[in-house]
């Protein structure tokens, strides 16, 4: 589904990712944890073609997509990529229906079908009854459903999360965490989650854990030997 192979990436002197790899599997649901620093916003916006590495390839559902630029890249990334961030990032001035449809409408669905997949996407997580509330009317949980219903709309390969229940209290944490599980269970998503929060880590299919820009297996910290650093791990 996903398949990374030996990323590099440096911003100016800093080098921020040292050579990951990394393989993820359809309908897995993988999370990302490591300290503040350790690169997993960059790993996991180059994952999502937000970002381009300086070496390394990227495959995501068979496509080389660091061959692809412009209209195509953008096309490729509306299709089969579904971003949920920590700040939900809808548009205030929209409802959540007009918010979950944009994916669609930006890749030039007829309105019509695109408001009948929203309703359903919407009905689904539980929102029915919301889909004419602007952002401002809505709770914390229901903003970020929200925003995991507009990262469904145009059935994506893989749904990429930052930190999406950052901002969120311990009930709708624990409602958006399952609703993730939800997703695999019932719709067979691909989920990958940069997270802090050790409860849903530990609930994920497999957790990849960043250091200082390399994969680690879980035990090491910076006291371990750095020479012992896998950075080959799948
Ligand atoms: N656009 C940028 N320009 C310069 N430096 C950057 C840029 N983006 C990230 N960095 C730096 O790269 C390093 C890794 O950043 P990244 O955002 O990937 O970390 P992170 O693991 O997501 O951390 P956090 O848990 O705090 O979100 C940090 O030192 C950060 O300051
Ligand atoms: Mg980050």
């Known amino acids: 589904m996903i398949s990374l192979h030996d990323i590099h990436k440096s911003f100016a002197h800093l080098e921020v990712l040292k050579g990951v790899n990394l393989e993820i599997q359809p309908r897995e649901v993988v999370s990302i944890v490591g300290p503040s620093g350790a690169g997993k916003t960059t790993l996991l916006q180059i994952m999502g073609t937000l970002l381009k590495p300086d070496a390394g390839s990227l495959e995501i559902a068979g496509e080389n997509v ?3 630029s412009g209209n195509k ?5 509306c299709r089969h990529i579904g971003f949920v961030f920590q700040f939900h990032q809808l548009l205030p001035e929209f409802t959540a229906l007009e918010n979950v ?3 669609a ?3 030039h669905t007829p309105k019509s079908k695109a408001v009948a997949r929203a309703k359903e996407l919407l009905d689904f997580l539980g929102l029915a009854d919301r889909a004419d509330h602007k952002p401002s009317q809505l709770s914390g949980g229901e903003k970020q459903r929200v925003a995991v219903a507009r990262a469904l709309m145009n059935t994506p ?3 990429l999360a930052d930190e999406p229940s950052g901002s969120l209290d311990t009930a709708h944490k624990e409602e958006l965490h399952k609703l993730f599980f939800r997703l695999r ?3 067979n998503q691909t989920l990958v989650i940069v997270t802090h929060d050790e409860q849903l880590a530990t609930l994920t299919d497999r957790t990849i854990h960043l250091l ?5 297996e879980p035990e090491q910290n910076l006291s371990s030997d750095p020479t012992s650093t896998s950075t080959n791990l799948q």
């Open 66 to 68: 660091l061959a692809l």
């Open 101 to 103: 449809i944009i994916p």
């Open 73 to 77: 890249l953008a096309r490729f990334r």
């Open 185 to 187: 269970d019932e719709f």
């Open 105 to 107: 409408l930006i890749d």
């Open 212 to 216: 200082d820009g390399k994969r680690v």
């Open 157 to 159: 390969d893989v749904i």
